[in-house]
């Protein structure tokens, strides 16, 4: 009984998560989101990325908001990881307090949903920096920036590194903080694109 809830929160999850890229996708394509020129300049932003897809579709919806300002974009881009980050560490709560998971996943999911939590920080504190940068302060506050994703970046890979990804509830863990990991790389390959500009 507590297995089979198990495995429908895992799939209303892995649903919720596809429509979410779906609609960043579709919102893409309406010409009153943004201007082609916003578009344009997330696309060429995106394709120094690690993950020039993913890129894209997790930041196209905010087309408007960003403009063509490198700030606006590596600020959204940390945004995005940290909700992505947030959902998956509440899901996380709950596979872990569902039966059926072996006594080494549950060790693992203890170790990962603290360096989740200390990803989330990490991320949480980037952002409310980033809106304190100014000329007098900039170098610092990215070189600390800077320090704080990479940190992040090495908490989510050492959380996935703890799931061999064998079993369903390890693979479905190891996928979703693979794909964080992948936004938080993203976003500190904006972010230095960002902190090159003014350098």
Known sequence: ???????????????????????????????????????????KSCSSTTYPTLCFSSLASQASAIQTSPKLLAHAALN????????????????????????????????????????????????????????????????DIQTWVSAALTDETTCSDGFDGKTKNGKVVRESILNISHLTSNALALINRYASLHG
């Not at 072996?102 to 939590?117: N, P, Y």
């Open 1 to 43: 009984m507590e297995g089979s809830i198990s495995k429908q929160f895992l799939r209303l999850f892995l649903v919720v998560l596809t429509i979410n890229m779906v609609i960043n996708s579709s919102s893409a394509t309406r010409p009153v989101a943004a201007s082609r020129t916003s578009t344009d300049f997330i696309k």
């Open 80 to 143: 995005v990881t940290l909700a992505m980050a947030k959902t998956t560490s509440v899901m996380m709560v709950q596979l872990s307090k569902s039966s059926g998971m072996k006594t080494g996943e549950v060790e693992a999911m203890q170790d990962c949903l603290e360096e989740l939590s200390d990803s989330v920080d990490e991320l949480r504190r980037s952002i409310a920096e980033m809106g304190q940068i100014n000329s007098s302060n900039y170098k610092l506050t990215m070189s």
